[in-house]
C-alpha cells in the first residue's frame, strides 16, 4: 500500500500562472483534505472532500483556489494566477470514514518567482 | 472556532534525557480528539499518539506520553529517553468529535533538537 501519494514534490510557478497539485488518496480512503504549511508555521485546514462532492471549502481562500475530487483520478488543488504569498507547502491527507485514520501525504512545496 | 497554542517555539534536550512539549486548546466542546504529529525534515507528517476526550487514562507508545488535563485543556507530550531521531518539528492538533467536520487544528509547532 503506497500511502497517500502527492506530486509533484516540489513545483515552481512564475508570477500568473496555475499551479496544480496533485493527491491519490490512500487505496479505500474516500476522503481527502488539503493543508496549507507556511514556513515556520502549523498546517492550515483548507478544504475537505469526498468523491465528486466538497464537504467544507472554509478554509480556502475566495479566490484564485479551487478544488475537486472526481469519481476518477486523483484529487486536484489548482491555484490560478499565482502570487509570491502562495509560496508554501501544500499537504494533502485521507481517511476512511472516520478520521482517526488520516495519513499524510508527503507534501508538495510550491515556490513562485 | 477552536485554537491550539504551542507556547514553546524551541526546545533543546540531551540524547536519553526526558523533554516535555507543552499544547494547550481552546474548545467548548465536550467531545474531540487530540494529537501529536512529527515532522522531521523530510517534511512527511507522522501521528504519534492520540488521545480521545472522553478518556481519562493517557495514552501513551512506548517512549512517548501524554499528560491529558481535559479541565485545563492542556495536553503536553513527554518524551522518553530522547533519541537522536526524536529531533524534528511536533505539532499538537484538535479534531471535533461531532461529525460536523472532520479537519485538524494545529498548533504552531515546537522545534525539538537532541543534543548527543
Known amino acids: 500500500n503506497a500511502g497517500v501519494m502527492q506530486n509533484p514534490r516540489h513545483l515552481v510557478r512564475r508570477r500568473g500562472q496555475e499551479a496544480r497539485l496533485r493527491c491519490s488518496p490512500m487505496?479505500?480512503?474516500?476522503?481527502v483534505y488539503w493543508y496549507r504549511q507556511l514556513p515556520e508555521e502549523g498546517l492550515k485546514f483548507m478544504v475537505y472532500l469526498q468523491k465528486e462532492n466538497i464537504i467544507d471549502e472554509s478554509g480556502m481562500p475566495k479566490e484564485r483556489f479551487s478544488a475537486e475530487f472526481p469519481k476518477e483520478g486523483p484529487s486536484i488543488l489548482r491555484i490560478q494566477q499565482v502570487v509570491r504569498g502562495d509560496s508554501a507547502a501544500y499537504f494533502c491527507?485521507?481517511?476512511?470514514?472516520?478520521?482517526?485514520?488520516?495519513?499524510f501525504g508527503s507534501g508538495t512545496r510550491l515556490t513562485v518567482v | 472556532a477552536q485554537t491550539v497554542t504551542q507556547s514553546q517555539p524551541e526546545m533543546s534536550v540531551q540524547e536519553a534525557e526526558t523533554v516535555t512539549l507543552s499544547c494547550t486548546y481552546d474548545?467548548?466542546?465536550?467531545?474531540?480528539?487530540l494529537f501529536w504529529y512529527k515532522q522531521p525534515p523530510s517534511r512527511q507528517m507522522i501521528l504519534v499518539i492520540r488521545q480521545e476526550a472522553y478518556k481519562q487514562q493517557n495514552a501513551t507508545e512506548n517512549r512517548f506520553s501524554v499528560n491529558f488535563q481535559k479541565a485545563a485543556k492542556s495536553f503536553s507530550l513527554k518524551i522518553s529517553d530522547s533519541q537522536l531521531g526524536d529531533a524534528a518539528m511536533y505539532f499538537c492538533?484538535?479534531?471535533?468529535?461531532?461529525?460536523?467536520?472532520?479537519?485538524?487544528?494545529f498548533g504552531g509547532g515546537t522545534r525539538l533538537m537532541v543534543k548527543p
Open positions: 492538533a484538535y479534531r471535533s468529535g461531532n461529525n460536523a467536520g472532520n479537519m485538524l487544528t
Open positions: 474548545t467548548s466542546e465536550s467531545d474531540y480528539y
Open positions: 487505496k479505500g480512503h474516500s476522503h
Open positions: 491527507a485521507s481517511s476512511p470514514l472516520t478520521v482517526e485514520g488520516t495519513i
